[in-house]
């Protein structure tokens, strides 16, 4: 019988030889991008299955959000509905898109367990699974973007190359954080918790339901230190026109790189352990 | 370019698990006496348990394997370092074929999902892509008997149209290396008999079979070579003739 696949699995040969099989599970994901795709499709579909709305909770429950704090806290701040509401709109749908995917992170590969200890599947799939998931329930908060973009008249002054631009320095940093997460989430399952107690902190600390020209000048490390305002302004002020900082992209790029790389070596140096903490 | 024919090579395999948040120093003494599982020792901090320890295996197409043992003596984990789930900790795994595992019939089954969604999430885990899933739904369908019940959640079944269900689309694939963990006929009677044609009919087809079971007449059945595995060391591959012999030594 001719056969055309082929499986060659091995012990430990050295440093060098983990981060190719590394590279080799990231390949093979890749490969099978559509896997991962039906996957994260599947879990937006069956959370809202036997719902009227479906999926519109997602953006009905969203809009209520924004509107709520769009007009009370425009009100606190004095500042006008006119600017303040696009403002915390645009923060609200992508800061979520932020701390969800990373909060979800933490059960990427707990919740896949079943299939990590019986199947061969690469383990980014499940990453990219998450980050997907995460990226469909974004699509349905566009509609939000959208409307308020168009009904206070920011549609025309938006940058949508450099906002696009921005989602994928946003992107690029949320998969890393949530692959490490998902990583140390299956060895110590007190992770999620600590992982959620951040994610609340930053939304605090990060322009989101507030201004950042609140913020004086002498205490502005408090933004520029904060990689969370560096992912929300990358995407957010495009869209209502503002130009986005020289050192914004820089930020984000060497984080990019120094978490790309960490998260990489941490999963080469124990891609064998994961199934096993599971 | 031809590609070479279905095989597997284990050599020197050896698996170890890391246990954690276990007190190995009050198990330790307790589990070197025991004769289910494998050897627990502590190393570097970590319990491990040697699942599977220096184990040789060389199969070529037209074997069927058969896996005795005590509980946790290492069939399962044999079949899931096949599967290519478990890495070695030495040694290597070599398996030349499409491999399809059917260890636990329940993988990806999604009780809120209908029974059409769970076919199709089912058939794209075992890596076929969406066309392909689409292509043999209909004889899924047939096969599992479920009728109308396919269009409701899973959760909505009984017991038995679960196993019916889990059963059509697990089986629904086309391998070179089928991994058996116990002989998966389930249902009532009527549906048990064409469970077991429908095996048997994947067994013909693929190559390779390794079947882990605890029922002796079966495994005279399916299989002509056994290996008893005892606490993750393996015996030699003997014919299945010398089964007796085996299981006494």
């Known amino acids: 019988m001719d056969t055309a696949t082929h499986m060659l699995r091995t012990g430990r040969r050295g440093p060098l030889f983990e981060v190719q099989m590394a590279l080799r599970d990231l390949r093979a994901s890749v490969e099978r991008i559509d896997l991962a795709w039906s996957l994260a499709w599947h879990d937006v579909v069956s959370r809202y299955r036997g719902s009227i709305l479906g999926p519109l909770w997602i953006t009905l429950s969203m809009g209520l959000m924004v509107l709520g704090i769009g007009f009370l806290w425009g009100e606190v701040f004095g500042v006008s509905i006119h600017d303040f509401m696009p403002y915390v709109a645009l923060g609200i749908v992508f800061f979520g898109l932020v701390t969800g995917t990373i909060n979800e992170g933490c059960e990427t590969f707990v919740q896949a367990s079943g299939m990590l200890s019986q199947t061969a599947l690469p383990m980014f799939t499940f990453v990219w699974r998450t980050v997907f998931r995460n990226l469909i329930n974004l699509a349905h908060h566009l509609v939000i973007v959208l409307a308020v973009l168009v009904f206070f008249g920011f549609w025309r002054a938006a940058n949508y190359p450099v906002a696009a631009l921005g989602l994928a320095f946003l992107l690029i940093n949320v998969a890393w954080i949530s692959m490490l997460v998902a990583i140390i989430s299956a060895r110590f399952r007190d992770i999620p918790q600590i992982v959620q107690s951040i994610t609340q902190a930053a939304a605090i600390m990060t322009p989101v339901y507030w201004p950042a020209d609140r913020i004086s000048q002498k205490h ?19 869209l209502l026109g503002h130009g986005v900082a ?7 790029a060497a984080l990019a790189v ?6 990489f070596g941490i999963f080469a140096n124990i891609r064998r352990r994961i199934v096993h903490y599971l | 370019m031809k590609a070479p024919p279905v095989s597997i090579s284990c050599r020197d395999l050896t698996l170890r698990f890391p246990v954690y948040g276990v007190d190995a120093k009050s198990l330790k003494k307790h589990l070197a006496k025991i004769t289910v599982g494998g050897r627990v020792a502590r190393s570097g901090g970590a319990t491990e348990v040697t699942a599977l320890a220096g184990l040789n295996l060389e199969l070529k197409a037209g074997d069927r394997l058969g896996l005795v043992g005590h509980n946790g003596s290492g069939k399962t984990t044999l079949l899931r370092a096949l599967s290519g789930a478990y890495e070695p900790d030495e040694g290597s795994i070599e398996v030349q074929g499409h491999i399809a595992a059917l260890l636990d019939l329940n993988l990806g089954i999604d009780p809120s999902a209908t029974g059409m969604d769970n076919i199709r999430l089912r058939g794209r885990i075992a890596g076929l892509s969406a066309r392909e899933v689409d292509q043999r739904l209909p004889e899924i369908a047939e096969f599992s008997g479920l009728g109308a019940f396919l269009e409701m959640p899973v959760k909505t079944y009984s017991a038995g149209m679960q196993a019916r269900l889990a059963f059509a689309a697990a089986t629904a694939v086309e391998a070179d290396v089928l991994l058996m963990d116990e002989w998966i006929a389930v249902g009532d009677a009527d549906f048990q008999k064409i469970a077991h044609k429908r095996l048997l009919k994947l067994v013909e087809r693929a190559g390779i079979l390794v079947l882990a079971s605890h029922d002796v007449e079966l495994l005279r059945l399916y299989c002509n070579k056994v290996m008893r595995l005892e606490g993750g060391v393996a015996s030699p591959v003997t014919d299945i003739k010398r089964l007796d012999e085996l299981l006494a030594a």
């Open chain 1, 220 to 238: 502005r490390a408090i933004l520029d230190l904060n990689p969370f305002y560096h992912l929300l302004e990358a995407v957010r002020a495009p």
């Open chain 1, 246 to 252: 020289a050192h914004t992209y820089l930020f984000l």
């Open chain 1, 258 to 263: 120094v978490g790309w790389g960490m998260t």
